[in-house]
Structure formats: structure tokens, C-alpha cells
């Protein structure tokens, strides 16, 4: 079974400000991790995925995460905020193909992200 | 251009009435996925597709059937609407299931009166 919990289900930073949002995954086997961004009245976009290769994943936008298995996080974070990031954060795992399991995404709750000017 | 299309985006029914939510892909995904959004829960997997006539349960299958006889489509039935389904649905497809990431579309707003 595979689960994520992403801390804070708001995040408010200063525009220009370092964005940090919290994911923790809990996975069986080597998980495959994505980060989606939904804005107002629209489907979900992906941002970026880490898929076993580089630890370090850079997104769109200028977002980046690190796998970090140790801690079992994929945090998302941004440099310095603008006011167009301000939208849902979605976390979510899948099982990579040797588990068999690799059928679905499994989300987290999401963190509302605002951006104050 | 590349994109997954729901229709309706907004529908209004009533407790009991059938109604069918439509999918259409057009990028030869062989995967497919429902999910419904509801606050506080994140989006949670109705019913996915590896391919035309394989489909199967989610994590929230009651009271949704779907069907896959074309790779490009993939329907959303709820056969008797209760209040509890009232929330956001989005379909989704992709290359190589999760593990590539779904393309989702732009959401179907569904409430049951």
C-alpha cells in the first residue's frame, strides 16, 4: 500500500519569498513521485516527476523537488515566489513496474499555496 | 492540440436520474483513469483502463460503472445518482499509466439534488 501526507494545507509566503511545500510518501517498494499544480476552475497540470533517476527533479516555472529517501519526502520548492503561483499543490505516488501494483496514482490532500504581495 | 475533453463541465441533477460523464482522448493513451476531487481529500481513483475492455476498481468504485470499447474514450456512468456523489470529476489518460503522469482534463462539477 502507498500513502502521502503533505504538511500544511495552506502555505502563505510573501511575493519573491522561498516556497517550501511538504510531501512525505509512505511506499512498499521505490516509489515514482509527481507533483501536480491546479489553478481555479481548471484540471491538474503536472509540474515535474521523479522516476529514479536524478534525485534533484526541475519542473515548470521554476519549481524543483528532491527525492530523498532517507526521509522518505519529495518536497516542493521555489526560489522566489510570484503571484501566478498561486494555486493547489498536489503531491502523489505510484509503485514503479517491478511491483506489479503500478495501476494508480495515489494523491495527497493538497496545499492551497497564496502568494501575498 | 493534445487534451483530454469531459462534458458536461457543469450538470445539476437529481437523486435517482441516470447520467453518463464522456471522456475523449486524442493521443493513443492506452491508459485511462476517473477521479473525483473533494475538499480536504485530494482526488481519489474511481476506476482506471490499461487498454479497450480491461478496466478496473479504484479506491471509491460505488455506484460508478465505466465502460472502454474505444481506445479514445472512456465514459463515466452513475446509474442512480445519490447527494453523496455530488463533487468535481476529472478523467485522465497517459502513455504508460502513473508512472508517466496523467494528462487530466478540465473537470466536470457534478451536483445531485
Known amino acids: 500500500a502507498q500513502s502521502v501526507t503533505q504538511l500544511g494545507s495552506h502555505v502563505s509566503v510573501s511575493e519573491g519569498a522561498l516556497v517550501l511545500l511538504r510531501c512525505n510518501y509512505s511506499?512498499?517498494?521505490?516509489?515514482?513521485l509527481f507533483w501536480y499544480v491546479q489553478y481555479p476552475n481548471q484540471g491538474l497540470q503536472l509540474l515535474l516527476k521523479y522516476t529514479s533517476a536524478a534525485t534533484l527533479v526541475k519542473g515548470i516555472n521554476g519549481f524543483e523537488a528532491e527525492f530523498k529517501k532517507s526521509e522518505t519526502s519529495f518536497h516542493l520548492t521555489k526560489p522566489s515566489a510570484h503571484m501566478s503561483d498561486a494555486a493547489e499543490y498536489f503531491c502523489?505516488?505510484?509503485?514503479?513496474?517491478?511491483?506489479?501494483?503500478?495501476?494508480?496514482?495515489?494523491f495527497g490532500s493538497g496545499t492551497q499555496l497564496t502568494v501575498l504581495p | 492540440e493534445a487534451q483530454v475533453t469531459q462534458n458536461p463541465r457543469y450538470l445539476i441533477t437529481v437523486t435517482g436520474k441516470k447520467l453518463t460523464v464522456t471522456c475523449s482522448q486524442n493521443m493513443n493513451h492506452e491508459y485511462m483513469s476517473w477521479y473525483r476531487q473533494d475538499p480536504g481529500l485530494g482526488l481519489r481513483q474511481i476506476y482506471y483502463?490499461?487498454?479497450?475492455?480491461?478496466?478496473d476498481k479504484g479506491d471509491v468504485p460505488e455506484g460508478y460503472k465505466v465502460s472502454r470499447k474505444e481506445k479514445r474514450n472512456f465514459p463515466l456512468i452513475l446509474e442512480s445518482p445519490s447527494p453523496n456523489q455530488t463533487s468535481l470529476y476529472f478523467c485522465?489518460?497517459?502513455?504508460?499509466?502513473?508512472?508517466?503522469?496523467?494528462?487530466f482534463g478540465s473537470g466536470t462539477r457534478l451536483t445531485v439534488v
Open positions: 485522465a489518460s497517459s502513455f504508460r499509466g502513473a508512472r508517466g503522469g496523467y494528462t
Open positions: 511506499s512498499s517498494v521505490p516509489p515514482y
Open positions: 483502463s490499461m487498454n479497450v475492455e480491461v478496466t
Open positions: 502523489a505516488v505510484s509503485a514503479p513496474i517491478s511491483s506489479g501494483s503500478a495501476r494508480q496514482l495515489t
